[in-house]
């Protein structure tokens, strides 16, 4: 049998993209050639939990863009790349059957699917060396640790701490790196991988959608230039970041920073090239404290790990929740008491998308109104929303669930919070 080929593996995860990616810096530094891999893990198109999928068409679609868009750049920098569909051991396997793997380069990854896929890479390929990054986060868990002990249940505590001596770290340059070294016999083909291969028929996005960009790093980019420097909305962000209709009230970066496309370090340096050209104000400001708010989940979940995941949260408390299909029904289908909420709902819905306002009332209500467990209403935004994480998504619904960071109950009034944000019924009128 003729020897296997040493090579390194580059296995994207929620780190689709070329710019600021640690782990493709790292790879590329190495002697040995490299693959690089993207699976579509068939489990996550196939489960379900409470009865909602885990990926529904929305984030399907827009995955797919994002992967031929990484394809697309890949080819560019001459780096062999593997697009596949199936289950992540058994692609390992068919790799490992053509090749030597000696280091894994990949985003490191804490909740329990993420740490369960490499439990099984590991039992296949046991004495492979691990290279993680942790290039989702916008602060480096070594700052993080020297500031701070422990993650705080609040968030002020966490951003006070943390914004003195605020450091973030320079980007790792990899645009201008090009693979010297493709000299690699792939005898595995990629897979054609399609909305139908993934489970789902075509369809077309709805015309009325604030979220109506596509996925990958050089759509994420071109967001990027127009929300900052094309429109310099980024100056009005503060004042604007609450509204409900169109693509300007806020950055949209979500979608891109949740699958990895687009680095929250690159945004923050962005920023910083903002304000030196057009002024630095309260708005500039602000959205680098909403990227705390997202590194806040991260921690947070990194600190107390699966227990984002249970009924009772990180602050152990056993809220009375009670479950009826028909309140569950309803609320998903934008047939609830309120209008404002079935608005909301109708909106993410057609969309896949939902605005920060519309996410906190929809949420409070069915937690503190319908009194349903915030796990099912979770697990519906998980299938549903293109820009779903699993951190932001779980914290802030423990959060408005009142078993997360805040140990103080709130809770949303529908009805106010309509007459505040949509005076006008503009927003109603859209959706109803
Ligand atoms: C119940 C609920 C569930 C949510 N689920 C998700 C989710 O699955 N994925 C997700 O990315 N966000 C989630 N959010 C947070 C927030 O609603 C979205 O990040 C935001 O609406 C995305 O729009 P944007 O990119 O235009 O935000 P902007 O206002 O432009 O903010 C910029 C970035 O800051 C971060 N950010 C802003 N607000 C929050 C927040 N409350 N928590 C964490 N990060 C924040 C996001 O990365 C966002 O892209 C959820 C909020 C609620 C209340």
């Known amino acids: 049998m003729p020897e296997k080929q040493k090579i390194n593996l580059l296995w994207f995860g929620n780190d689709l993209r070329i710019r600021d990616n640690e782990s493709l810096f790292n790879v590329m530094q190495e002697d040995l050639p490299f693959l690089a891999v993207y699976i579509f893990d068939e489990t996550f ?39 596949k569909f199936g289950q992540t051991q058994d692609i390992f396997n068919q790799i490992s059957e053509y090749f030597e793997i000696e280091k894994i380069f990949c985003q490191s990854e804490w909740t329990q699917e993420e740490v ?11 004495y492979v ?7 989702q986060l916008l602060l480096q868990p070594n700052f993080v640790a ?17 914004e003195k001596d605020f450091k973030i770290r320079n980007e790792f340059e990899c645009e201008q790196l090009v693979n010297r070294k493709p000299d690699l016999y792939l005898k595995i083909k990629s897979d054609d991988v399609t909305l139908k291969t993934l489970g789902f028929d075509d369809f077309e996005m709805h015309q009325s959608t604030a979220f109506p960009f596509l996925g990958g790093e050089t759509a994420a980019m071109q967001r990027l230039n127009a929300y900052f420097f094309e429109t310099k909305n980024l100056s009005r962000y503060k004042e604007t970041r609450n509204g409900l209709i169109g693509e300007d009230y806020s950055s949209k970066f979500s979608a891109w920073l949740a699958n990895g496309s687009l680095s929250a370090v690159s945004i ?21 404290f909403e990227l705390l708010w997202r ?12 227990k984002i995941f249970l009924k009772v949260g990180i602050l152990e408390r056993d809220e009375e929740f009670k479950f009826a299909q028909n309140l569950i029904n309803q ?15 109708e909106e993410i819905k057609h969309t896949g998308w939902m605005s920060n306002r519309g996410r906190q009332n929809v949420a409070s209500y069915f937690c503190k109104i319908l009194k349903q467990e915030w796990r099912i209403g979770a697990a519906y935004f998980e299938e549903m929303l293109i820009d779903y994480d699993v951190h ?4 802030n619904w423990m959060y408005l669930a009142g078993v997360g960071n805040d140990p103080r109950s709130r809770i949303f009034h529908a009805e106010k919070q309509a007459e505040q944000y949509d005076t006008n019924h503009k927003f109603r009128n859209l959706w109803l």
């Open 116 to 126: 369960a896929f490499e439990k099984q890479i590991t039992s296949i390929l046991p």
């Open 295 to 306: 590194d806040f989940f991260k921690y947070t979940s990194m600190q107390f790990r699966d």
């Open 331 to 345: 609320w998903v289908n934008g047939g609830t008491n309120s209008d404002f909420i079935n608005a909301n709902m």
């Open 392 to 395: 932001s998504n779980y914290g």
């Open 268 to 288: 923050f340096h962005e920023i910083k090239k903002y304000e030196a050209k057009f002024g630095n104000n309260e708005s500039t400001y602000w959205l680098v």
């Open 146 to 162: 020297e500031k701070l002990d422990e993650i705080p249940l609040l968030f002020t505590t966490f951003r006070q701490k943390i």
């Open 129 to 135: 060396k691990w290279v993680k990054s942790y290039s």
């Open 45 to 83: 198109f196939s489960s379900t939990q409470f009865g909602f999928k885990k990926i529904g068409q929305f984030r399907a679609q827009f995955l797919l863009e994002t992967v031929s868009d990484l394809n697309n750049n890949l080819n560019q920098k001459n780096i062999p790349f593997l697009k």
